[in-house]
């Protein structure tokens, strides 16, 4: 049997096999890769993203194991932190885990603690979203360290973003999440049974009223951010604040309910269609651009290209000339 | 006379002008560009990158006036802060420094907050950094918040990088650090004269030795951190750990030693000219890929392209296929 129709069937050895492929991009892997792709497009892509010290990975575990417990889903975990390179903290992370969903065939964890650039990572997740969507994880969750930019892109992948937080983390801290806020499908203050939660709530309130300034809308009509979601979800969705603890697992319902409530507005309001588009169609233009480059790089002699960088390291010709005088007729 | 001309005179208006130009992309912007890079190669570009609440800026404020006051040496500042697309944080921060800094010829503050890829805006920082390159300014500061890769991209940029930490931060903040350490050479433990100082400098080291593990070997003889550089600068170079209180003035002017003396090293070493050609070969890349795209896309007729990427949203072929199917014969 081959690698791929192990993996559609279910074995978890082979999909192990196949991840550690498609990390060295393998050409294996690629080939695989390409007929797994056929059978995407059924799971519910879950972003988690939450600074250090918000308690996202426990989150992540209990709202697993409710995936588990409840709807007897496949979950597939992608932890994925691109700071911590070698601090072994996604390591870590999973032996936590392992002692939560160990010996649960239907959930899967990988991390990713790579050096690479963020583009290099982007592509790896979206390459194990696709392994995984194929081998029936219904759910597929991406965590990651909600500090920046990195993750703003590698959020850009899922269909729901759950964005988390928690009281106390300091006004230094939220001001930095201003640019996650805004990608925010879901809120979570988690440890809310900390002091300060409601202090941590009211930032958010003000955040979001800057990030979906058409709440303004609501509240003139006296509604609260708890609109009746149904009457409006095909127009707009307003990201939910909710409160969880999930050390001791309260909220998670609530959690994994209001994930279930966006999903159905993306289908209703068609986005679901949609982000799939987007995400298909950046994909294949990184591909394009990746094979452009291999194949002018195969065409063009080494030596060629070597001069015209020393050209420009030399302030000879600019950067710009050389691109120039390399496509047109690949000489000089 | 011509705008790079006025420009390469020293005309600010000229240079505010230009700026724009790069950051809209256009092809009045290229061509300067094009010209202004033949005179470039001569500053020294120091990265500072730290979270919020370090004092950053303070810091680089101060370090200006140090370079002004010292070495009449004409600083520009881009500040990079891609994590605040709209919470007018740059924007703010310009107005505190114009209050220091502003009548000051010799300096020139710009601001990039931005909603655009981690990609676009290590690109366009990399322009800007051409100009005041070319304009003559000796010094260029790129300032970014200290929270991920796409942080550790644009360090990328600087011959020098500063790592700024400040006492009280927390332990999982440092946590998240390990990857910006990494890419340190010189670290500042700023607002110093916070408790918790000892703290954070030792954390600092434990981290920093596991970063440089070498390090040891000096352990090993005996010898503590601030090692007689002068001795081993052109063997490594191990990242010092400053203490400064920049609200103060204090400790800015051993910065700017341990600044110039990394610079030195760089320059013994055959390191400048190293991070130097690898800067301008991953630009020259980076232009290729684009014009590659440019020129494909421009090749291909719009519908054969979308009928392609919908087969892939509808699972027919996967997006392998779809790029070979696109470059072979640029049909079906």
Chains 1, 2 share one sequence.
Do not use: C
């Not at 791929?4 to 991009?25: A, F, K, P, Y």
């Not at 392994?131 to 029936?136: H, M």
């Not at 988390?164 to 809120?187: H, S, T």
């Amino acid at each position: 049997m081959s690698l791929t129709q192990s993996i559609l069937e279910g074995n978890r050895l082979s999909l192990t096999r196949l991840l550690t492929q498609v990390e060295n991009d393998s050409s294996d892997g690629r080939a695989a890769l390409a007929e797994l792709f056929l059978h995407t497009g059924k799971a519910h892509l879950i972003g988690v993203t939450g600074a250090p010290g918000t308690g996202k990975s426990s989150l992540v575990n209990q709202l697993t194991l409710h995936y588990r417990k409840e709807k007897n889903n496949k979950v597939a975990i992608i932890a994925v932190d691109p700071s911590s390179p070698f601090t072994g903290g996604a390591v870590l992370g999973d032996r936590v885990r392992m002692r939560d969903l160990s010996g649960d065939d239907g959930v899967f964890i990988r991390s990713m603690a790579s050096r690479g650039s963020v583009g290099g990572l982007a592509k790896k997740t979206a390459a194990f979203v696709q392994v995984f969507d194929a081998a029936g994880y219904e759910i597929i969750i991406i965590e990651t360290v909600g500090a920046g930019q990195s993750e703003v892109d590698i959020a850009k992948l899922a269909h729901t973003t759950v964005v988390v937080e928690a009281p106390g983390l300091g006004d230094d801290i939220q001001a930095i999440k201003a640019g996650i806020l805004e990608i925010a499908d879901v809120l979570v203050i988690n440890k809310a049974d900390r002091p300060g939660v409601e202090n941590t709530e009211r930032a958010l309130r003000s955040t979001l009223e800057l990030a979906h300034p058409t709440k303004r809308i609501f509240r003139h009509h006296g509604q609260s951010m708890s609109v009746d979601v149904p009457e409006i979800d095909t127009v707009m969705w307003i990201p939910p604040i909710l409160k969880t603890v999930s050390t001791e697992g309260k909220g998670i319902a609530e959690l994994a309910d209001a994930i279930a409530r966006h999903a159905e507005h993306l289908r209703q309001s068609g986005d679901w269609a949609d982000r799939d588009r987007t995400r298909l169609r950046s994909e294949l233009e990184a591909l394009l651009q990746d094979e452009l480059m291999n194949r002018f790089l195969g065409d063009i002699q080494q030596k060629v290209y070597d001069d015209v960088l020393d050209k420009v390291i030399q302030r000879d010709i600019s950067p710009y000339d050389a691109v120039r005088s390399l496509l047109n007729g690949k000489m000089k």
